[in-house]
């Protein structure tokens, strides 16, 4: 197998024939943030290569590339001994942990009250009477008596155990007069005993909380012990470079080997996330003792190495929607080979765990009366529709443009990330902040939605998406057919290339957009409700901190509604999947939901192109459906004095 | 690691420093039947050292070492490279093959009537309806539902599924329009799924069932579709050169790795098995998809790598006594790596698993008014007398006269042993049959017996064991205080060595005798009955393909009842294996079997030592306790005209 050297690390990786060098780069355990997940778009992993074979698996973007330099996601390896010098990132350290935060909400606002910590893997202390010649019992037996002596609900099921808990078992037992601290996995109808220890051991108890998105993977880790959540970590899912969305994902397992590659780089995200949790809060990633993973139902089945292939053929069936917990050594996830991995169930083939964990989050499976909607905007658009009488479900194929994906500039919400955008009506200049309020890198996607929303009610977009052309402003920039606007001019980058957005780029938030939005005006269609009808509109999404909801609405996103209907509630898949990690209660919760839910398939519908097509304007082609907005936007299409386009 | 090269074959293994040359060549995969197992008494693994450093752990029997000649099992290796001689053994295919039948009763004689097939691993096969759009069945649901349908008993249960099975479902579904092959595993309330296979493959399932013994190990290869045994075979425990008996083999286990040692020692001989058994009935190892292993409770500790320290220590508690069904890939067994590893369940410390499933081939334990009594003598001894309404069960360490062990010429019953003996009351000269009706190499533990009872009522020796030497005999040789027997002399030796026992093999005999014979009558005398009390004997055992009764009365090793009483079993731990395994009532029996029996503790009994001090003769000191034998052996006595020490 061809090595790869870096420099000025001294790093080195052993890696497949074809394997990109941002792969390489990665398995050396090297830190390179390719804001766009390796897709070739945003340049930010640029390397040069000193000695050996490589080849270039796509062309690099016009005028990027000094000489020397290529993109390490799209050059591939080739053989033998291959040199590459990898330049410093700045800012990287801040970077993640400032990352972190954008990606935590308020705990306290999110939870639904009144649950009690109950996790799905736990430590308890148990006080083992000594063995007696009269009672011939074994170590085992008086284990399990002790336990069955904690819970009345524990009493009554079976006990077992797995080898590595009874070899511990004889010296733990006996090496503190019979204090000694058990782990235990919660299975159904059984509990798994998977450790004895000797003493109170029960202070040091973790599990890990993964939402094992198409674009961006999150991996919480708690103490579940309390139930605080210790730290938060997102990256790329490194099988971006397979593909961008889950079809292309789907179509690459078929290639030999593929499959394996795509399960390798799924757990291999995860499992980096898991070291740099661990090795932040300065425990072994052997005292994690759960994972509770929630994906859509083709990243599930790439985790597990299943062929994805039927979930794309008519008549979409997958291979499993809900499964028993695994074990983690079974998964490949470096934490305790016993931890007990426990998968969000799914619904159908394109609706998976991440909307019955996020659904957890609130309250519309469970509201007596008033009915609500639920949408998660990943690269997978998911939505629900219903309350404690009925759950309807559809997904949509949005792209990963909310998450920064087939944007020039896009990046997912990190540190540099620009957040926030406000657009000079006169000049075109745009102001803005980024997370961490450091040099800018890219836009995330509460930036591209103020950013969209921005540039039509100041009319330097027209409703389809173009850029006015008409009117001088040195951010926009032409070259024959083509403009793009400049978010941050080449001189005040930090990189001295501009950061800009193309109308290509624009065209794939619209087309995003226009699929969660067709796709939740035709559910509600289909089950006979006019948007009025509902009493809540949960939004979800890795977008960052927050979501401007009044410019969601502006570009069409979501229905223009009363906005004290609607709450933006982040990373609901990651939240939803810490509450069933902390409690019994909501795994058995999260069980009920999924076999609760009616999947609906929305492109079977004739209606489907044109809600979808009427939806590709900003907001709408029909502006009935946006009044609140309907009025600026006009005005601000009257200031656009006529673009060269329309 | 030295390396360890074999001559002529080529062959070579690396092992750690200190490895014996046998251990050495077990690992190279050379068949070397060292009929002692490895203690370093029969001289049979002779082997010439060629170059390289090797060190005796032993001092060879005297005249048996031709110059640059060691005993494999008791030479280690130092370090480096070491280069053997091994000799072609003689007969040694055909020994196997006999070896068999040896160990194989007629078994229609020997199982309880009236059970179904109803195997813990089972293959089904299962039409699974094609996926279809409305219901939204992942291809999983689909599969469990067929199941469901196969068995009421199985639709009540919850299904689990394996990663392995899931990652074939799809395509093992849609290869045979839905006609796919399901393989189960039945844990404790749940049906264990490990493979789905295309179309109709139920026709080709496997299950291997093992004797693990604290000396031979037994392992039959069981058709599971059909319930036919293919075959069974035989080998020595390599853990014996760690010592004979479970007493040394827990105090080897307190050595630095000495337990992993121990473990991989059982693990590597039951593998050994599997595939010599697999190999000759031309399957794959992979098609095994159960096992079902008994042993005492030290055996199976050491199986698993549990420290087996707290067996040997009062209050005598061990780890586990029953365990919930393994996997064989956490036991490092070579078959399916997610076949069910099904222990039989033991008693206590030493009343373990093989009697549990030894009982599984008697009516002792349902017969609702006559007591029997159970005897199994192995390395350990254990009894268990009762019926219906109660079971009391003992053990004794009887060591391993009787599989061969510490004897001088002993061998398992295995090809070239002798297994009956007839002596000349006149000259002493023994005339014999071997299993296979080959040259002899050896005695096992039928011709132990034999021998014995022959030369005790033929006057050759005393009750005390102690041979004449005041008759002439070519048969009987001294040196100083020592004396032999020469069961077959040099001349006829295919060796040229002669097949001889000494007077301090025959006190090895004796001992184990006297241990058995206490222990079941110490046991009627605390639960207040008499030897006539018992309406059954069931005597159990690797003796041989027979037992003469007869001569086992006489040297004093089973009460002195009417012969019709008697039932010779032989390898009851091994065919109630194979119960266990076809049948999953007898499974549950076994389960209820185990928690039935009170085990006492006979050490403890004042009496003890009386007890055994007077069956230390033959066959008893009170000739009281064999009134039907008591007149051959006074009357022997009186033709043994004066031995020289008596």
Redesign the interface.
């Known amino acids: 197998m061809p090595t790869v050297e870096f420099l000025p690390s001294g790093l080195s990786a052993e890696v497949p024939p074809g394997t990109e060098i941002l792969e390489a780069i990665r398995q050396a355990g090297i830190d390179l943030d390719a804001s766009c997940g390796g897709q070739g778009t945003c340049g930010a992993c640029l390397v040069r290569v000193v000695a050996g074979r490589v080849e270039p698996s796509a062309s690099p973007p016009a005028g990027e590339i000094d000489t020397g330099c290529v993109q390490a996601c799209t050059t591939r390896v080739l053989d033998g001994r291959v040199t590459v010098e990898v330049p410093e990132q700045t800012g990287r350290e801040d970077g993640r942990l400032v990352g972190e935060d954008a990606e935590r909400l308020p705990l306290d606002d999110l939870l639904p009250g009144g649950w009690d910590l109950d996790p799905l893997a736990a430590r308890c202390l148990l006080q083992v009477p000594p ?3 009269q009672d ?6 008086r284990v399990e008596r002790a336990l069955a002596g904690l819970s009345e609900e524990w009493s009554a099921q ?1 006990v ?4 590595s808990a ?2 511990t ?3 733990a037992l ?1 090496a503190s007069d019979g204090l000694a601290t058990a782990t235990l996995i919660r299975e ?3 509990l798994q005993l998977i450790g004895i220890e000797a003493g109170n051991r029960t202070s040091s108890v973790h599990g890990i909380v993964v939402d094992l998105g198409t674009t961006t993977v999150a991996v919480q880790l708690v103490d579940l012990g309390t139930g605080r959540i210790l730290a938060t970590r997102t990256d790329y899912n490194a099988q971006i470079p397979c593909g961008v969305d889950v079809i292309s994902r789907i179509n690459y397992a078929r290639r030999a080997g593929g499959l394996e590659e795509l399960r390798r780089r799924a757990v291999d995200t995860i499992n980096r996330l898991i070291h740099r949790l661990a090795d932040g809060q300065e425990i072994h990633a052997s005292e994690i003792v759960s994972a509770v993973i929630s994906g859509n139902t083709t990243m599930i089945h790439l985790l ?4 994805p ?2 979930i794309r053929l ?11 917990p ?1 074990r983690a050594a ?2 490949d996830l470096e934490i305790d080979p016993y931890a007990g991995v426990f998968l969000s169930p799914c ?2 083939s394109y609706l998976g765990g991440d909307i019955t964990a996020g659904l957890l989050c609130t309250d519309l499976a469970t509201d007596a009366t008033d009915i609500s909607l639920f949408i998660d905007i990943g690269t997978n658009g998911e939505l629900v529709i219903g309350n404690a009488e009925f759950l309807v479900g559809c997904a949509c194929s949005a792209g990963p443009a909310f998450e920064g994906g087939g944007i020039d500039c896009g990046m997912r919400a990190a540190s540099g990330a620009i957040e926030r955008v406000e657009v000079d009506p006169e000049t075109g200049r745009a102001r803005y902040s980024t997370i961490g309020d450091v040099a800018p890198r890219g836009i995330c996607g509460s930036g591209i939605i103020d950013l969209l929303a921005n540039l039509l009610l100041t009319g330097w977009i027209d409703p389809a998406g173009r850029l006015d052309r008409s009117r001088a402003s040195p951010f926009i920039e032409t070259d024959g057919k083509r403009a793009r606007y400049l978010l941050v001019p080449a001189e005040e980058s930090p990189t001295r290339k501009p950061i800009a957005i193309s109308e290509a780029g624009i065209e794939n938030i619209l087309r995003a957009k226009a699929a969660v939005y067709s796709a939740s005006s035709l559910m509600l269609a289909q089950i006979g409700l006019a948007p009025s009808d509902l009493a809540k509109i949960y939004v979800a999404g890795g977008f960052g901190r927050f979501l401007d909801l009044e410019k969601a609405i502006v570009i069409g996103l979501i229905p223009d509604l009363s906005r004290e209907k609607f709450r933006y509630i982040g990373n609901a898949s990651l939240m939803g999947s810490y509450l069933v990690a902390v409690s019994g209660e909501f795994r058995q919760r999260q069980l009920d939901l999924a076999r609760r839910i ?2 609906i ?1 929305l492109s079977a519908d004739p209606a489907y192109m044109d809600q979808y097509t009427g939806a590709l304007f900003l907001p709408h082609t029909d502006l009935g459906n946006f009044p609140s907005v309907a009025g600026a936007v006009a005005r601000a299409r009257a200031r656009g004095r006529g673009s060269a386009n329309g």
Request: glycine share 8%; aromatic share 6%.
């Open positions: 063995a007696r010649l011939g019992l074994s170590d085992l037996d079976e077992v155990y797995t080898l009874m070899r078992a004889a010296e006996r159904p109808g059984r597990l190495g299943l062929p292939e039927y008519e008549p979409y069936s997958p291979t499993v929607l809900e499964s028993s695994l079974e998964v619904v159908g009616t999947n398939e």
